[in-house]
Every structure is written in C-alpha cells, then in structure tokens.
C-alpha cells in the first residue's frame, strides 16, 4: 500500500522560509516521479513542482521559480520542498504525490497517489 507522510508546514511571515518533508513507503520510490501540490482555501488543486526519480530533471509552475527547490533523497524515500521567500498567495495545503511513471508532468491526472497535506500559511 502506498503511503506518502508529509510534514513540516506551518506558520511563517512574508518572506520567510519552510522546508516540507514527505516520507513515502510502499512502493520502489527511486523509480517513480514525484510531486507537490497545493490546494489554497475555496480554490482547486495547483501543481506547483515535479521532479524524476533520479532527482535529475526537476520542472516548477511559473509563479514559484526561483523561490522554491523540489528535491529527493532515495536512500531515505524522501521528498522535499524548499520554499523561500514565501508570499502571502503560498498559502495552501501542500500535498506529495506519486506519478504513475518516472517522467514529472504538470498534468495532475498522472498522480494517482497522494498523501493527507500539511498546512502553510504566510501571513504577518
């Protein structure tokens, strides 16, 4: 069964930093693509970043280049969101998700597996 824990969100100023954790298990996670996602409050679920699973080739929506950094850990079955300078519309539940093969796609379709989120908020 799969299962994907996120962890590490919270409550952080403009400008701050949260560095999310999600430990999957379950599956051979080095052969899967992986993602985050976000769901902000009255709104649908956004695609933020992906990456493959070799950690090589890693792919962002436009609003969050260059302030946030998708990264993985095999050895751990890990993933990982660095968020810098965070802005008040980062507010969400940040979700991982498990691709259905090992190439990252901005289509949310291709995640089949997610886990329970955890919540960032960004605000003074």
């Known amino acids: 069964e799969v299962q994907l824990v996120e962890s590490g969100g919270g409550l952080v100023q403009p400008g701050g930093s949260l560095r999310l954790s999600c430990v999957a298990s379950?599956?051979?996670?080095?052969?899967?693509?992986m993602a985050w996602v976000r769901q902000a409050p009255g709104k649908g679920p956004e695609w933020v970043s992906g990456?493959?699973?070799?950690?090589?080739?890693?792919i962002y929506e436009d609003s969050v280049k260059g302030r946030f950094t998708i990264s993985r850990d095999n050895a751990k079955n890990t993933l990982y969101l660095q968020m810098n300078s965070l802005k008040p519309e980062d507010t969400a539940v940040y979700y991982c998700a498990k691709s259905s093969v090992n190439r990252p796609s901005t289509i949310l379709e291709n995640y089949g597996s997610w886990g329970q989120g955890t919540q960032v908020t960004v605000s003074s």
């Open positions: 990456i493959n699973g070799n950690g090589r080739t890693t």
């Open positions: 379950g599956f051979t996670f080095s052969l899967y693509a």
